[in-house]
Nanobody, 117 residues
Framework: VQLQASGGGLVQAGGSLRLSCAAS????????TGWFRQAPGKEREFVAA????????YYADSVKGRFTISRDAAKNTVYLQMNSLKSEDTAVYYC???????????WGQGTQVTVSS
């Protein structure tokens, strides 16, 4: 499975971005896809996840009400709509695939999000 994350960029505080995570090489349904982020000097942290079957979503408290994760099964793509961005959202964002509900097995290359205040 290969994951291609895209959509990052530079945006002013209060602005919006939409990240995409396109999966290829998958021959079966995964359990879930998640987004994580890592800011300079900080550990990687969970942002959001979506379960492919049923669409249940999970969010970190820091992004609830501002970020929305969604999926398009036909395109094998997961999106992260980020609104009301803050400077503390600045980080490299990674998507990851959880094949069987136990751990994240595959990771994308990351896309930089920079929010200027």
């Amino acid at each position: 499975v290969q994951l291609q994350a895209s959509g990052g960029g530079l945006v002013q505080a209060g602005g919006s971005l939409r990240l995409s995570c396109a999966a290829s090489g998958r021959t079966f349904s995964s359990y879930s896809t998640g987004w994580f982020r890592q800011a300079p000097g900080k550990e990687r942290e969970f942002v959001a996840a979506i379960v492919w079957s049923g669409g249940r979503t999970y969010y970190a408290d820091s992004v609830k009400g501002r970020f929305t994760i969604s999926r398009d099964a036909a395109k094998n793509t997961v999106y992260l709509q980020m609104n009301s961005l803050k400077s503390e959202d600045t980080a490299v964002y990674y998507c990851a695939e959880n094949l069987r509900g136990t751990k994240y097995d595959y990771w994308g290359q990351g896309t930089q999000v920079t929010v200027s205040s």
